[in-house]
């Protein structure tokens, strides 16, 4: 019999950028065990290959699942729209069997569409008012066409326009100065209208987990009254409902969450204690991956 004590569910990102997910889980379920990984030794994400995406998050993923987590989340957009369909019929089947990982991505695309992932409803039976949404997001989640793919099958009258933020999660993690930022944003707030040649979005989503950390330069940088999405919150409405249709995978015994880095504790700890509203203490990863998750690439 599993001590329930060994239970807890774990948030994946590639830095910082989860945690903006974490305290949002953490708020919404204070009563369950939550443990941090934060790839800070690879970051950012954004710009690299789709296999090198695929195998971090696999490794990742593989890691916690040796602390002990049954659950995982993935609170990187990058990963789930790269890495988590391949690696949930390609890898978990073979390398972890029972356990279980979700990502960020299907949170936003029910709010967006207004309709349950697994729903089977032929594309426009509920086609809507036509609108369009911004996304903002990675290099490598704009190339995937996640987004844009997953809407458009659940709600073809919504237009989803893109524009890639190449730098972004770079500077967030790097803690640039706040100007630094504001006129990144504002570079790809002007790229965005561009595109839409001028007309504002009816909202716009922050497409990664960093993003939320510098919500108030897209609010600046966008039309006044333009809706901001994002996902945090979100996410921990889903996860609740999820855990309710799984209590297998729940994770009971609230605890202060316990912080991974494959960076530098002392480097990462500072930013992250910032960014997470409350003390985030890194401290090193020492679990290898136990399942040699990469021959499964
Ligand atoms: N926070 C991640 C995301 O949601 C990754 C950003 C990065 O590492 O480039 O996409």
């Known amino acids: 019999m599993e001590n ?32 941090y990984l934060g790839d800070h030794g690879h970051a950012p994400y954004g710009n690299r290959s789709p296999e090198e995406i695929y195998a971090l998050t696999v490794q990742g993923v593989d890691r916690l699942f040796g602390l002990g987590c049954r659950l995982v989340v ?46 089977d409803v032929p594309a426009g039976r509920h086609a809507g008012e036509p609108r369009t949404i911004g996304i903002f997001a990675t290099q490598r989640t704009v190339d995937s066409e996640a987004f844009p793919r997953e809407i458009g099958k659940r709600a073809p009258e919504v237009t989803v326009v893109q524009q890639a ?12 100065p706040r100007d630094v930022i504001a006129a990144a944003v504002r570079g790809y707030a002007d790229g965005l209208m561009e595109r839409l040649r001028g007309v504002p979005p009816s909202a716009v989503m922050l497409g990664c987990t960093h993003y939320p950390l510098v919500a108030d330069a897209f609010a600046a940088a966008l039309p006044p009254g333009v809706e901001l999405l994002c996902q945090p919150t979100l996410t921990a409405k889903s996860l609740t409902a999820y855990l309710e249709r799984h209590p297998e995978l729940d994770a009971p015994g609230g605890e202060h969450p ?3 880095t494959t960076g ?19 401290r090193p990863l020492v679990v290898e991956p136990s399942r040699a998750p990469l021959e499964a690439i």
């Not at 390609?90 to 697994?118: F, N, S």
């Open 165 to 176: 933020c190449p730098e972004l999660a770079r500077l967030i993690e790097a803690d640039a």
């Open 264 to 282: 530098e504790p002392g480097r990462v700890t500072p930013l992250a204690t910032r960014f997470f509203g409350r003390p985030a203490p890194f």
């Open 258 to 260: 316990s912080f991974h």
């Open 74 to 119: 993935l609170a990187c957009n990058t990963a789930a729209a790269v890495a988590l369909r391949r690696l949930q019929q390609t890898w978990l089947p073979h390398a972890w069997p029972e356990r279980r990982v979700l990502g960020v991505l299907v949170p936003m695309v029910e709010a967006i569409t207004g309709m349950p992932w697994m729903a």
């Open 4 to 35: 329930a004590g060994w239970r807890m569910i774990g948030v994946f990102d590639s830095g910082h950028g989860g945690l903006t997910v974490l305290r949002a889980l953490t708020m919404a379920l204070p009563d369950r065990r939550f443990v």
